[in-house]
T-cell receptor, first 109, second 112 residues
Framework: QKEVEQNSGPLSVPEGAIASLNCTYSDRGSQSFFWYRQYSGKSPELIMSIYSNGDKEDGRFTAQLNKASQYVSLLIRDSQPSDSATYLCAVERGNQFYFGTGTSLTVIP | DAGVIQSPRHEVTEMGQEVTLRCKPISGHDYLFWYRQTMMRGLELLIYFNNNVPIDDSGMPEDRFSAKMPNASFSTLKIQPSEPRDSAVYFC??????????FGQGTRLTVV
């Protein structure tokens, strides 16, 4: 079982819609959770971190964490074509840090 | 700060040759990571250092791969001998804490 699992997509949403990206993790001892965005041909960049159950909002982005279900999600409101990228979920557990394989998002104008 | 600096940006080499990738982390960051990214396997952690000391090298695929961090501002990843299956984008990254990681622009390695 992989430490972090994501649906590879591709996920397509129309401009202005809400994009929902999901991630599950295998170890209940995981402590910190991160979303990275990677444009094609570029390096990953951190967009959100979340450490406790519930929602965390930053502009058009909302990260949601449910430790009981071992589930992390990222919602992008009012999706823009510039949001088209691969979104990587990452999980920290002790001295270990794991990335998922990413979900490709395309926002259609 | 200029961010994490990697060199070279692109490397094409013949099978069997030695390849050395270089990285300068962000000043003050205690953690340095080497990742490899391919379409098939995604982003894989190869090794990471904390305060110049290797902490976890379990991701290094085999003995052909080695990494060093002689000081806080420089690290190398060496592949000797290189093989076509090593072709990938190699990222160096640094952070103050695990998770909030800043990536370099990557080195695209092609072994022919």
């Amino acid at each position: 079982q992989k430490e972090v699992e994501q649906n590879s997509g591709p996920l397509s949403v129309p401009e202005g819609a809400i994009a929902s990206l999901n991630c599950t993790y295998s170890d209940r001892g995981s402590q910190s959770f991160f979303w990275y965005r990677q444009y094609s041909g570029k390096s990953p960049e951190l967009i959100m971190s979340i450490y406790s159950n519930g929602d965390k909002e930053d502009g058009r982005f909302t990260a949601q964490l449910n430790k009981a279900s071992q589930y992390v999600s990222l919602l992008i409101r009012d999706s823009q074509p510039s949001d088209s990228a691969t979104y990587l979920c990452a999980v920290e557990r002790g001295n270990q840090f794991y990335f998922g394989t990413g979900t490709s998002l395309t926002v259609i104008p | 700060d200029a961010g994490v600096i990697q060199s070279p940006r692109h490397e094409v080499t013949e099978m069997g040759q030695e390849v050395t990738l270089r990285c300068k982390p962000i000043s003050g960051h205690d953690y340095l990571f080497w990742y490899r990214q391919t379409m098939m396997r995604g982003l894989e952690l190869l090794i990471y250092f904390n305060n110049n000391v290797p902490i976890d090298d379990s991701g290094m695929p085999e003995d052909r791969f080695s990494a060093k961090m002689p000081n806080a501002s420089f690290s190398t990843l060496k592949i000797q001998p290189s093989e076509p299956r090593d072709s990938a984008v190699y990222f160096c990254a640094s952070s103050l804490t695990l998770g909030t990681t800043f990536f370099g622009q990557g080195t695209r390695l092609t072994v022919v």
